[in-house]
């Protein structure tokens, strides 16, 4: 006589879950960039404008980089926020999205805004503070590989930051370069 009684449970199919793993090639997609990110930015509505600096690819994973200006009177002052540039790192990013939402309006008479709400996408669907090039060790050629905050002003190879630079290059003349700074570790 057969005493297991079938739990609603036991037919449904449980994802899989990998931890991430740095040793068998595997990436771990923990969130979705398209449907947390992407699609908020895409909602975004006059006066803001929102394009792509470009896209940044890692094997089968491609993102697009976005920019979001709103320029009201080029006479204004100019503010650059970013975020997300450690991909671990959440709640810059989704604070500039609710800020795009609802609170730019305000200001918008007294200032003029450049804004990459996501600077790291791959970082973000790995919930990694890397890039996806950074995630596994054996592809690291040092302990800064992938991590785009480490890699302006050349130091490192990484496509995040050769669009970001690129960006600030394009103006507007008011626009503040990034600081130039040698990070020293000990």
């Not at 740095?22 to 992407?38: P, Q």
């Not at 503010?79 to 999205?97: F, M, N, P, S, W």
Request: charged share 25%.
């Amino acid at each position: 006589m057969n005493t297991h009684h079938r739990t609603a449970n036991e037919n449904v199919k449980q994802p899989t879950i990998y931890e991430p793993d740095y040793d068998d090639g595997r990436i771990a997609i923990i969130r979705s960039f398209e449907r947390d990110i992407a699609s908020r930015i895409e909602c975004l509505k006059t006066p803001l404008d929102v394009s792509s600096l470009g896209e940044v690819a890692y094997g089968s994973h491609r993102y697009p980089l976005y920019e979001i200006t709103a320029i009201h009177d080029a006479n204004n002052p100019y503010i650059r926020l970013t975020g997300l540039v450690h991909g671990d790192e959440e709640a810059g990013g989704k604070a500039l999205l609710d800020f795009l939402d609802d609170g730019i309006k305000q200001y918008l008479t007294h200032f003029n805004f450049i804004i990459n709400p996501c600077i790291n996408p791959s970082g973000y669907e790995t919930a990694t503070l890397q890039a996806m090039n950074g995630y596994h060790l054996a592809s690291r050629t040092d302990k800064n590989t992938g991590n785009i905050n480490r890699s302006f002003n050349g130091a490192l190879p990484q496509q995040e930051s050769r669009l970001i630079e690129a960006s600030l290059k394009r103006g507007p003349e008011r626009d503040l370069p990034p600081i130039k700074w040698t990070p020293v570790y000990s």
